[in-house]
């Protein structure tokens, strides 16, 4: 694991969440992206050299949207970024985490991403991220 790359958190309104993110916290925005591959809508903001990601669900079958529907708003996961990602599935396996996808999926920005189960993480639902 090579820093906190990003942490997400599950929105109803996206358009409400960044006005609080731009102009109560004044953090540097970096526009939205949708992943289809995640059925989220996604809204960057830039922390010192981690992001703070906003998701909205873009589908009512969208895994965020049964969290939301399940807990509501807040802390969705935190996310990890490697150099190698299948290299750290493994890795992970082997010491017995839980992956919730056998094979990476399309992140943001063309990124390969992974999750953990919360069960592998305290509670805490992981992503990994490698960049291109």
Known sequence: MKKIDHIAIAVQNLDE????????LDL????REEVA??????????VGESRVELIQPTAADSPIAVFLEKKGGGLH????????IETEMARLKEEGARLLNETPTAGVGGSKVAFLHPKSCGGVLVEIVEKP
């Open 17 to 24: 969440a960044e006005a609080a993110y731009k102009d109560v």
């Open 28 to 31: 540097k925005w970096h526009g």
């Open 77 to 84: 996961h935190i996310c990890f970024e490697v150099d190698d």
């Open 37 to 46: 591959t995640q059925k989220v809508l996604t809204s960057i903001f830039e």
